[in-house]
C-alpha cells in the first residue's frame, strides 16, 4: 500500500511564502514523476508544479517565478516552495507520484489527501 502524506499548508499574507512537503511511504519499487496540483472552490484541480526522478521541471504560468519544486530521491520526497503568494493561490493542493510498486507492474498514480493553503489579501 502506498501512501502520501502532505504537510506545510496554512494561513499567509499576500506576500508570503509557504513551503509544502510530500512523503511517499509504502510498498515503492519506483517513482517518475512527482508533482503538486491545486483545486480551488468551484474550479478544476490543475497541476501547478511537476517533477521527474532526474530532476526536470514544469510549471504552470501563473506561479513560475515564484514557485520552486524540488525532490529528494532518497526519501520519496517532494517538496514545493512558494514565495510571493497570491490571494489567487487559495486552494487545496495535492501531493501526485507516479509509482511502480514493483518491476513488473505499470505506473500509477496516486494522491495525497490535501492540504489547504489560503492567502489572505
Known amino acids: 500500500q502506498v501512501q502520501l502524506e502532505e504537510s506545510g499548508g496554512g494561513l499567509v499574507q499576500s506576500g508570503g511564502s509557504l513551503r509544502l512537503s510530500c512523503v511517499a511511504s509504502?510498498?515503492?519499487?519506483?517513482?517518475?514523476?512527482m508533482g503538486w496540483y491545486r483545486q480551488a472552490p468551484g474550479k478544476q484541480r490543475e497541476l501547478v508544479a511537476g517533477?521527474?526522478?532526474?530532476?526536470?521541471?514544469n510549471y504552470t504560468d501563473s506561479v513560475k517565478g515564484r514557485f520552486t519544486i524540488s525532490r529528494d530521491n532518497a526519501n520519496s520526497t517532494v517538496y514545493l516552495q512558494m514565495n510571493s503568494l497570491k490571494a489567487e493561490g487559495t486552494a487545496v493542493y495535492y501531493c501526485n507520484a507516479k509509482i511502480k510498486v514493483t518491476f513488473f507492474t505499470k505506473e500509477h498514480d496516486y494522491w495525497g489527501q490535501g492540504t489547504q493553503v489560503t492567502v489572505s489579501s
Open positions: 517533477i521527474t526522478s532526474g530532476g526536470s521541471t
Open positions: 509504502g510498498a515503492i519499487f519506483s517513482s517518475n514523476a
